[in-house]
């Protein structure tokens, strides 16, 4: 008798299995993507099937050192050994008091103090708290189609009402302006924004509230809004407008930090320090910490019993985001710089083939590529119309007869996400254009 195959075994862990338990048992939120994960090595997930596929999303852009990466697996096993939690605002440690030291050296600007929590979202809401205490004001400014998290919190922040819908009311206290997306922008008729769209910000905090400013609240490159990379001198203008209203530049570093852009911090590309800095995904490349950063003036603001987090700072996780700094600095940045300047091209050349690719924008290994439909206007009357459909069946065919992972993002949920492990070889990049090609070419 022949052995049975795992996948026919009585009770055996499948595809179909894992799928069926999480409509049983896990909340319905999302798994667009829908490729269980049995195991993953460098840029390859395999499926209880035994399917390989080729990972260019990253797990929403966490993994920047790659899946399993030797050095950050085994960092994580030695303090394993030693201990997995006390309590890192009880009982001081080595991990987080080494990983606060070394994030004091790679951060923009003079930022020194850092606390660490569980997420991007917490790391956002500790920084509004920080810059509510240090200014004594309450208002905050945020980026129309920017994103920041799903807490009530985060969530006034973000401005995107699909995230909102039956969630109101969130923060109070918080107005949005407009970001520097010149394909979409009525203003600049669908060319690149220049630093002077950043004074809208003036306008609004004039118009939308109290002039009570303790942040604006920036993504440097903004991720789920489209991939959006700002013209040179808006940030610088942002943070000039900020600081004119007493108020702090917080920037949100949680996508596009730890070596995503082709820098450690987005922030390097241009002329700005900022205030605080909030970080998390790339970080321990997959276990779970967020962390924000400040100047010692700002941070100790704070008083004892101001903020708190029973597992921020877990020493597990921060010993394992020592050793992804230890890999980014080894040369993993440079090759993302490298190879995102060859992918700049190739999808250059995607837009200017296909006709239902509208823009192709990034920095680094963060690039999207917005599809629309040429024959119809899109909203306000700005450029072509927004083609979520195509997008999504791109995706989908993709996954089903190519085998690559890529997500799907934008304020219109039309751009195709290039955002892979940062280690990703440069026949891994030929072979996930030539497949977005090949879909094209296909669905159009």
Known sequence: MSEQQPSERPNAVSNSSVLSAYDDHVMPIWKSLNVPVKRAAGCTLEDFDGNEYLDVFSGISVV???HGNEAVVEAAKAQLDEFVHGCSYVHPNEPVADLAARIAEITPGDLEKTFFCNSGTEAVEGAIKLARKYTGSKEVVALEMGFHGRTLG??????NNSYKKGMAPTLNDVAHTAPPYGYRCARCDGDQCDASCA??????????????IAAVVVEPVMGEAGIVVPPEGWLERVQEITHDHDALLVVDEVQTGYGRTGELFASNHFDVEPD?????KGIANGLPLGAFTASKEIADAFESGDHLSTFGGNPVACAAALATIDELEGGIVEHAREQGEWLATELQALEDEFDVVGQTRGLGLMWGVELVDPEETGPQNVSPRPDSELAAAVSKRLREESNVVMGVGGYYKNVMRFQPPLTITRSELERAV???RTALEHLN
Not at 154 to 159: P, R, V
Not at 199 to 209: K, N, P, Y
Not at 276 to 280: D, L, S
């Open 434 to 436: 030539s497949e977005l």
């Open 64 to 66: 920047n050192v790659g």
């Open 276 to 280: 605080i800095v909030t970080q998390a």
């Open 154 to 159: 985060s969530l006034a922040l973000t401005g």
């Open 199 to 212: 004074d809208e910000l003036e306008r609004v905090i004039g118009s939308h509230t109290s002039g009570d």
